[in-house]
């Protein structure tokens, strides 16, 4: 027995097969009906790569990245600002350094405006100077008047008494104003002093019976309780009060009078719209009037 080799595959076969069985046995497996032995030539399967690998060396990078990043991310920044190691200082307030974002100064700040006198009582042909303080630098004061015919105030707030009546005198500087209030009355001369031995009698006054009356209406005020009256007024309205169920004159006083006036004899007048109180003492005791300017 001899060996041959196959022309086509170039296997050595016994010279006891007819052909090749090496290409008998190829060409049955490449037809599907039997399957190659161990010995023979296997074709190398390629398996399909896998991504599992890939996918976890990137998250290990990222989760890296993401703490450097938290441990030295302010020092990365400052490499690309070109400014390493430096930190951001926040002007301290109330330097001149400190300008708004259009590169001028902040504004010198505005005080309020007051007057030297809330309250003035003049005489037809009397003056008086007002002094008024406070407001921005360098504005002028704009001196107003409620009534010209009543009175007049100059350029530096001196007031002169012309007629009879009331008027409020206004003081502007900016935003801010302050006002007075002025009553003109005639010059009454007083009846001389004359002593008396016999001292004066305090009338006991009892709050419950106390009424305090409109006559120019002919109404009363509303009684929120013993001694306590209630009153609505327009600004520039006036009128009297009068207190009814004692023979002790009142004394008459206000809390606000930039809100409202009242008059010794009880004439009370609004100004500014706002709330404040009027009171009329009678002896040891007071009345109080809750006043209330629309």
């Not at 902040?106 to 406070?134: F, I, R, W, Y």
């Not at 409620?146 to 100059?154: G, K």
Request: aromatic residues 6%; charged residues 25%; contains cysteine.
């Amino acid at each position: 027995m001899s060996l041959l080799k196959c022309r086509k595959c170039g296997e050595m076969f016994s010279d006891s097969y007819k052909s090749c069985p090496f290409c008998a046995e190829d060409e049955e497996y490449y037809n599907g009906k039997v399957k190659k032995r161990n010995h023979r030539r296997m074709e190398q399967k390629h398996k399909a790569p896998s991504i599992v690998g890939p996918l976890l060396v990137l998250v290990i990078v990222l989760i890296i990245a993401v703490a450097v990043w938290a441990f030295f991310g302010d020092t990365v920044k400052s490499w690309f600002d070109g400014r390493p190691g430096s930190e951001q200082v926040t002007p301290t307030p109330g330097t001149d350094d400190q300008q708004s974002q259009d590169g001028e100064k902040d504004p010198t700040p505005v005080k309020k405006l007051t007057l030297n006198k809330a309250v003035l009582m003049l005489a037809p042909g009397g003056s008086e100077q007002l002094t008024v303080s406070g407001g921005a630098e360098g504005q002028e004061y704009v001196w107003q008047n409620s009534d010209p015919a009543v009175l007049t105030v100059s350029e530096e707030g001196k007031v002169t008494a012309v007629a009879v009546g009331s008027a409020v005198v206004t003081v502007t500087c900016g935003d801010e104003s302050a006002v007075c209030a002025v009553t003109v009355k005639e010059h009454v001369e007083s009846d001389p002093v004359v002593d008396d031995p016999t001292p004066p009698v305090n009338s006991k006054v009892d709050l419950s019976k106390v009424n305090i009356t409109v006559p120019l209406y002919g109404t009363s005020l509303s009684k929120i309780e013993d001694g306590k009256f209630d009153v609505s007024l327009s600004r520039g309205e006036s009128f009297g009060l009068e207190v009814q169920g004692t023979d002790v004159k009142p004394n008459w006083s206000v809390a606000n009078s930039s809100i409202a006036t009242v008059s010794s004899d009880g004439t009370i007048k609004g100004i500014t719209s706002g709330e404040t109180t009027i009171t009329a003492k009678l002896g040891d005791v007071k009345v109080e009037i809750v006043v209330r300017v629309k």
